[in-house]
């Protein structure tokens, strides 16, 4: 019987102890042809956006803090750091523009954490491609699942959910590559949850913390399955316990376990996986959506204002306070501000990378249409289940114009295309200073990366 199991039934199993069960289970099963596409995608969006990223001041600065042994690659750098240097590097530049994928109902950004952190643990250990794709499946499916065990509730209590979820789910996919036995995979899960974290002050300035968030997460993951390995024991009641994981990112709430556990192995939720047409936060796109319709309708010049229905659950990071996110001090903070895309859709029709300048979000013209977005709560919204859009114009004449969009393009509603993503991937890498050679390289490692050894080296520089 385990005590203090924050809603878990008396004599139910432990949850690490349930889940390493799940993925020795799983281990034997075949991953099936869309969850493999989906880790494909998954390699070919987090290459792109490291590269997109590598000359940005933030991740000139990961980089310079880790120390050099030449072991690991940092995608599209020529200074080669070690195993944890690099999934911090390569997490924190794959998320670093707020253009990674996401999972509707969490929402969280598991290819950005999980993707750095197999493809450190396979230079280290030297691991197969098949148990690279083994480890992200896994990965990715603890930190989807997980993120539905508490809806909302993580984000409520200022904890960004990659971070904290990102660290168990990393342990959780380095384990499964590595093959470990049950008692070290769920030693790896205890320690994990000790080294979670992540909170959400970055809202308040626009500075960068977020977007270290899933590299800090993927070598996480690595060291703790390293101290596991080595003997460093960890609370297997990690997850349920009195003074577990839940309990501290998201107290009071009531865990369902059957959202974690539950078919884990053999229905793969991550096969669902969005990727991110605009590169701004996850729930803004449906906005953008609307407003690059309207943006066909209506003169910027003739708007008196614009309303858009929302939930109250994104309140408090993408609309407060409504007169910061009208005027964002910055390009970042910018990405989470739907008053802010909202004008800048309307005006440009798009808000892709060169979007989130400084300069953009100082620009007058934007200021001045993002002053007229306000929201209204929708007490009917479905959010966190859908991520929907609605925006309703008044123009000076009294003449009202809306649109809706009701889920996120690039979902499992509306997905993206392979085509779509590999495109995605070429004009980040284009952005990021690599050639068309370089770019076919990675995409053609994409292809056939599970199925024979993993070598990156061809990547650095």
Not at 208 to 215: D, N, Q, V, W
Request: aromatic share 8%; with cysteine.
């Amino acid at each position: 019987m385990v005590g203090g199991t924050g809603g878990l039934r008396m004599n139910a199993p432990i949850v690490a102890e349930a889940l390493a069960r799940a993925v020795t289970a799983a281990r034997g099963r075949a991953i099936p042809a869309a969850m493999r596409e989906t880790c494909e995608r998954l390699l070919i969006d987090i290459g792109g956006l490291c590269v997109a990223a590598r000359g940005t001041d933030y991740v000139r600065a990961a980089l310079a803090s880790w120390e050099s042994d030449g072991r690991a690659t940092a995608i599209g750098h020529a200074r080669a750091p070690g195993t944890a240097g690099a999934a911090f590097v390569n997490g924190t530049a794959a998320h670093g523009e707020d253009f990674d994928d996401t999972f509707e109902g969490g929402p969280v950004h598991a290819g950005a954490v999980i993707v750095p952190a197999l493809l450190a643990a396979a230079e280290r250990h030297r691991l197969e491609g098949h148990d690279v794709l083994f480890g992200i499946a896994v990965g990715a499916e603890v930190m989807c699942r997980a993120s539905l065990v508490t809806p909302r509730r993580i984000h409520q209590a200022g904890f960004h959910p990659t971070s904290v979820l990102g660290a168990m789910g990393a342990a959780a996919g380095v384990a499964a590559a590595l093959g470990v036995d049950a008692r070290t995979f769920a030693s790896a899960q205890g320690i994990a949850g000790s080294m979670a974290s992540g909170i959400i002050e970055y809202l308040a300035e626009g500075t960068s913390t977020k977007r270290m968030h899933p590299g800090w997460a993927a070598q996480a993951g690595l060291r703790a399955v390293a101290l596991a390995q080595a003997g460093f024991d960890g609370p297997r009641t990690v997850w349920e316990g009195t003074h577990g994981f839940f309990h501290a990112f998201a107290r009071g709430a009531e865990p369902d376990w059957s959202k974690l556990l539950d078919g884990f192995g053999e229905r793969w939720l991550a096969e669902t996986i969005a990727f991110k047409p605009y590169a701004c936060g996850t729930m803004i796109h449906p906005y953008i959506d609307c407003a690059r319709r309207l943006a066909q309708q209506v003169r910027p010049g003739d708007v008196r204002d614009i309303v858009c229905e929302t939930a109250e659950g994104i309140v408090h990071r993408l609309w407060e306070p409504l007169a910061a996110k009208r005027e964002p001090p910055n390009g970042y903070a910018a990405k989470f501000s739907i008053p802010f895309c909202v004008a800048y859709g309307m005006l440009h029709g798009d808000a892709g990378l060169e979007a989130f300048s400084d300069r953009n979000a100082a620009e007058a013209r934007i200021r001045a249409l993002a002053a007229k977005v306000s929201y209204a709560i929708d007490s009917n919204n479905p959010y966190p289940n859908e991520f929907t859009g609605h925006v309703r114009v008044t123009l000076t004449s009294g003449k009202v114009v809306e649109e809706r969009q009701p889920h996120l393009r690039g979902g499992r509603r509306e997905p993206l295309a392979r085509a779509d993503i590999e495109a995605k991937c070429r004009a980040n890498c284009r952005h990021g200073g690599w050639d068309a050679a370089r770019t076919d390289a990675w995409l053609a490692f994409a292809r056939t990366a599970f199925d024979g050894a993993i070598d990156l080296q061809g990547f650095r520089g």
